[in-house]
């Protein structure tokens, strides 16, 4: 990929490129919590987005996209938007990074990238991370990492149509090879946790489901969430997020809230305190709770938060059919991958069984991706 990025800028703008890259993530547990002030588990895997990039001295931005063969150009004005989607991400970078007050000049990039799309490993985030790090170093912008984090957030939302919350972007940015870190998305305080579970393999198991209303649902389940923290604000006042809220609260609503924002908001509630559980499981090396918390969570977001679909509650029946240790839908949901965390003696049985079971069913193997927890954003 490499070779193949240097040769590509050097053929188009006549001179070498300097190198950046920047990763995709998984996430152990905590999902749909980040945007409500809640905590997060991610880390940064092997499969990212590497650019070359140099300024040009012009006020337009020229970047080549290798896996979508295509070539964009376009000014650093709000009117210029691109109408490429892959190129929005870029422009809304640039734009975010001038609203904080950075400077961004005129540059040439080309890209490329191994994140598969839309398998719910955050390829957005790791374009968007590669360049607001590049882009802050070479314009000498000295913007703090947790903002580079958030420009490619402020992106999504203003640019791009989702309301994510920061956990992709954060853990694109923060990741560091061998650790997960847990993040309070409220107050931003984190934690490297070293995950090496001796025994146990990490494995995705990628539906190659893509669901087209994927971002319109993800906004809809936001709205519940905050409806559902406004309610128990009136009771009390101390609740901003719904991680501020617990059970109890939550009942004392029941009957002024919907049943589908009772049940979203019931499911992130829960979900909070498993991260908790989880970390605290970890320091014990207690591998077995790790993954019952996995398998709850899949059934919250399963049957209370509604984003699976049927593809992925196969695959995690027959995790469980398996005696594969945890498993669960990863990331936004409708569709993408499952995480399994799966004893190594148990792990060629299981992939066996998955390809085989989900092709009858399904008319298509799963693929299957074995993730190295990595480094984030970083210069080559
Ligand atoms: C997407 C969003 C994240 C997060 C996850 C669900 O990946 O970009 O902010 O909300 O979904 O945990």
Redesign the pocket.
Known sequence: MKNKILEKFKTLFGEDGTLYMSSGRI?LI??????NGGY?FPGAINFGIMAAIMPNGTDKVKVFSIDFDEFVEFGLQEEDKPNQQWARYIFGVCRETIKRGGKVGGFNAVFAGDVPLGA?L?SS?ALESVFAYALNEINGNGIEKFELAKIGQST?HNYCG?K?????QFASIFGKEGSLIRLNCKTGEYKYFPFHPKGYKLVLLDTCVKHELASSA?NKRRESCERAAAAIKKNHPEVDFLSDANRLWLDEVRDQITQEDFLRAEYVIGEVQRVLDVCDALERDDYETVGEMMYQTHFGLSRLYEVSCEELDFLNKLARKCDVTGSRVM???FGGCTINLVKEELYDGFIAAAKEQFAQRFGHEPKVYNVVISDGARKL
């Open positions: 996430n905590g999902e749909h919590t980040d945007y997060v719910g955050s985030a999504e989702v994510c919350g920061i956990m992709d993800y990331g936004g949901g």
